[in-house]
């Protein structure tokens, strides 16, 4: 069956300090990826996509990257974090553009 | 690039009364239409999605939508609501090109009163 994993849940994370999120898929290949991010009393902003390893496409130039190691694994990161990073980040699978499977998503707090 | 606006942050409404959420959208290809509905510190639940064929597309929960392609709408309507409605609602497309990129609205914040 399709699952998408994500963890960690909840992250406090001190400003400056470095970032890693991770999120895997189980039950196909060569899955599209995404990441978002909600931030509070906000929507959901897409902040990177993938269609390969390797391949990252870029939406909104911030302090963050993304990169894809693996088929089936899709990294968060950021060197220092700031304050306005905060927010929850949703992993995401969409499947031929008219299924997504998300993540259960990680609140992140930096303080 | 695609596009959603959501014309209300936030509805109140009274319990058993109808609702309806507003949705537009802009893309210069063809696009699939979903509503999403996230309630508090939970994450996304399909609510129901439009992809081709009857416009009018029922969900769950008794929520139903419908695509209007001239006016590039897709909103969303319960004819009663109910307290556990209470939640935020967000009406996203997603591109037909090889991206499948999944463009949210900013959100509509459901408010159901007794």
């Known amino acids: 069956s399709q699952t998408i994993h994500q963890w960690p849940a909840t992250l406090v994370q001190p400003v400056g300090s470095p970032l890693s999120l991770e999120c895997t898929v189980e039950?196909?290949?060569?899955?599209?990826l995404y990441w978002y991010r909600q931030a509070a009393g906000r929507g959901l902003q897409l902040l990177f996509y993938?269609?390969?390893?390797?391949?990252i496409s870029s939406e909104v130039p911030q302090n963050l990257s993304a990169s894809r190691p693996q088929d089936r694994q899709f990294i968060l990161s950021s060197k220092k974090l700031l304050l306005s990073d905060s927010g929850f980040y949703l992993c995401?699978?969409?499947?031929?553009?008219?299924?997504?499977?998300f993540g259960q998503g990680t609140r992140l707090t930096v303080v | 690039a695609q596009s959603v606006t959501q014309l209300d942050s936030q509805v109140p409404v009274f319990e058993e009364a109808p609702v309806e959420l507003r949705c537009n959208y802009s893309?210069?290809?063809?696009?699939?239409l979903f509503w999403y509905v996230q309630y508090p510190n939970q994450g996304l639940q399909l609510l129901l999605k439009?992809?081709?064929?009857?416009?009018l597309v029922k969900g769950i929960n008794g929520f139903e939508a419908e695509f209007n392609k001239s006016q590039t709408s897709f909103h969303l309507r319960k004819p009663s609501v109910h307290i556990s409605d209470t939640a935020e609602y967000f009406c996203a497309v997603s591109s037909m090109d090889s991206s499948y990129k999944l463009i949210f609205g900013s959100g509509t914040r459901l408010l159901v009163r007794p």
């Open positions: 893309s210069s290809v063809s696009v699939y």
């Open positions: 039950g196909t290949s060569n899955p599209n």
């Open positions: 993938s269609v390969g390893i390797g391949q």
């Open positions: 439009y992809l081709s064929g009857s416009t």
């Open positions: 995401a699978w969409i499947l031929d553009g008219t299924e997504a499977f």
